[in-house]
């Protein structure tokens, strides 16, 4: 029998805690997502004032990090570097949006934290650390 190691929902809590401190010390709302390696979702959370289409973008995220077993943007420069395209994979909920984060233990995925709602470079930033807040 195989075993599939995934993020629990505490520490998918806790990675989300720790996104929405940053996110409240830059005083916007956000929206927050952890998947299990499969890209369903554990955990979200949309702030107070962050749009709907946030959160669904931060969904798309968390699953195509978990299930493309890389960040969104490294995603993307790995398309980019083969002059291939989202439309090629058949699946409308990937997406190459930044702020998906893939999780792994020993090299294992086991799930993906995703942001949306700030600037490309803070939904980044903050997705590293909401990544670093699950000590794994």
């Not at 554990?42 to 931060?58: F, P, T």
């Not at 995703?114 to 000590?135: H, T």
Request: hydrophobic share 40%.
């Amino acid at each position: 029998m195989l075993t599939q190691h995934r993020l629990s929902l505490a520490e998918a809590q806790r990675a989300i805690e720790k996104g929405v401190a940053e996110a409240t010390r830059d005083g916007k709302p956000m929206a927050f997502v952890v998947a299990d390696p499969n890209g369903d979702v554990i955990c979200s959370l949309r702030m107070d004032g962050a749009h709907a289409r946030v959160l669904k973008h931060a969904m798309r995220k968390a699953f195509t990090a978990a299930t493309m077993e890389r960040d969104t943007l490294r995603y993307k420069a790995d398309l980019k570097e083969r002059d291939g395209s989202l439309d090629e994979w058949g699946d409308q909920t990937l997406t190459t949006l930044q702020g998906g984060h893939v999780v792994r233990v020993n090299g294992e995925v086991v799930g993906a934290v995703a942001v949306g709602g700030n600037s490309l470079q803070r939904d980044e930033e903050i997705a590293r650390l909401a990544v670093e807040a699950l000590g794994v």
